[in-house]
């Protein structure tokens, strides 16, 4: 295969669906989201043949369990994509909705419409739902897509593809308002990251590696999804059971997504009445401790962390672990070696909780909840396109306003300007 020409191909076709997708009417765009859901549930198992393949080499690979997780799709999880694109039509279509409009003293009257960002292409690892929230999403904001799946989901990413662009042609809409990049090859990467032309913004998701190649060779505009070092710091006016449930929920709940709890900090004070109940639960459900000299005082089973366990990722059964003397070192613990993904404080506190709000400079900073909840569905976008680390255009979970713009709308009676 030629992947440049390929790319440019498909590029050219996003290109030319994106105008069609812009101006699609709300009615096309929710009759092919329900389409694509109705294919999704009457083809399950197609769906699940094309991902016991994926399943099979992935293992063959030797892929991580938490990762093999991610990757497995079962009947469950195919009902919850089709729910997912139902629950997509069901929201608000946020294109050329006007507002915000003001008379200027010159008598022109100014205001804003919202529009969707053109093509969008999207990077990200291999979990077969994100190709249908992806997807679902970029239709409805009125978008066309470029879709690069995680190698590893390949046939059923492919299998997912065939019914977006039946429910597309369905309702009448141009089939390439999504493609799928038919190569595994990472040639297709550096070209997508590449077509300013066809191209309007990229959203990477994943990890290091990719973080890497991006900030190498990226030409088109990025919004990153990229690694989530999250925390929870438990302070010493912390409620123990509200602390025990929800270091435990950040850690244990999954441990692959981005918003899994990676290091926790309690504050010294707490860390007697916390740790002990904590590492109970650790233990029973098989999560590794690393800790710091006065964490292993309490816990004398942690492992020893290493300055290298602050600014690790492990998305695994393994925590580390820091006592810390007050909630500055906490702050500035986040700061320094977090990921401005998403952190927590747990703390009756009213004073402490507005600090850390303020001072914590994270895409979500919650107060006495799980970072588990960093999520586009839990904060109610109805699904996201990820969680965004970085810090202009969108912020956080990413749904339909964040792959959208404003542009300004003028309308006079004949005014000049003078
Ligand atoms: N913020 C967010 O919304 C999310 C963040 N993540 C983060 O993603 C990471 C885990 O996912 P994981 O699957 O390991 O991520 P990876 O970064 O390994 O892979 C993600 C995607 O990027 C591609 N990729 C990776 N490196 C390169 C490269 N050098 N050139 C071209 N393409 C590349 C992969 O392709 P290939 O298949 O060829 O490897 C895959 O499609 C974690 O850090 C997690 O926090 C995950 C989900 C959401
Ligand atoms: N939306 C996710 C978080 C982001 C995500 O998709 O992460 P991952 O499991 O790494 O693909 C959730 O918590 O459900």
């Known amino acids: 295969m030629d992947i440049q020409a390929y790319m440019q191909e498909v590029g050219r076709k996003a290109r030319q669906a994106s105008r069609a997708m812009a101006k699609a009417e709300t009615r096309a765009k ?7 859901a109705a294919g999704i549930e009457a083809n399950a198992q197609d769906l699940l043949a094309a991902n016991a393949r994926d399943m099979e080499q992935a293992r063959t690979d030797g892929l991580e369990p938490a990762l093999l997780d991610r990757l497995q799709l079962t009947e469950k999880t195919i009902a919850s994509m089709a729910e997912g694109l139902r629950q997509i039509a069901a929201l608000r279509d946020p294109i050329g909705e006007m507002g915000d409009f003001k008379f200027r003293p010159t008598g022109i009257q100014v205001g804003k419409m919202r529009v969707p960002l053109g093509v969008v292409g999207i990077i990200y690892e291999a979990r077969p739902n994100v190709t249908a929230d992806a997807a679902g999403l970029c239709i409805k904001s009125g978008n066309a897509t470029i879709l690069r799946g995680g190698r590893e989901a390949f046939h059923c990413n492919q299998a997912i593809a065939q019914l977006v662009k039946s429910g ?4 009448g809409l141009p089939e390439a308002a999504v493609q799928i990049i038919e190569t595994p090859d990472r040639a297709a990467v550096g070209e997508l990251i590449t077509m300013t032309e066809f191209v309007d913004v990229i959203v990477p998701r994943g990890g290091k590696g990719l973080i890497e190649r991006i900030a190498k060779d990226a030409r088109v505009p990025v919004i990153k999804h990229l690694d989530g070092i999250c925390h929870v710091y438990i302070d010493d006016e912390a409620d123990t059971d509200k602390a025990v449930r929800i270091a435990d929920n950040a850690k244990t709940h999954r441990y692959a997504p981005c918003n899994t709890m990676e290091t926790l900090l309690v504050h010294a004070n707490a860390a007697q009445r916390v740790l ?34 602050w600014r690790t990722e492990y998305l695994a059964p393994i925590l580390s672990i820091r006592i810390v003397p007050d909630l500055d070192t906490a702050m500035d613990h986040i700061n320094t070696y977090g990921s401005h993904h998403t952190d927590a404080i747990v703390t009756e506190n009213y004073t402490k909780a507005r600090r850390f709000l303020r001072e914590v400079d994270s895409a979500s900073v919650m107060v006495n909840a799980s970072t588990r909840f960093a999520d586009g569905f839990e904060y109610g976008l109805g699904a996201e396109i990820g969680i965004s680390t970085d810090k202009i255009h969108a912020r956080g979970p ?5 792959l959208t713009s404003e542009k300004w709308i003028v309308l006079g009676n004949g005014e000049v300007r003078v």
């Open 30 to 36: 929710d009759a092919a989201l329900l389409a694509i």
């Open 168 to 171: 597309l042609a369905e309702a």
């Open 276 to 309: 002990l109940p904590l590492a109970d639960i650790y233990r029973a459900k098989g999560v590794e401790l690393r800790g710091c000299a006065a964490t292993r005082d309490i816990l004398p089973d942690a492992i020893a962390a290493t300055e290298e366990d």
């Open 398 to 402: 990413v749904g339909l306003e964040g």
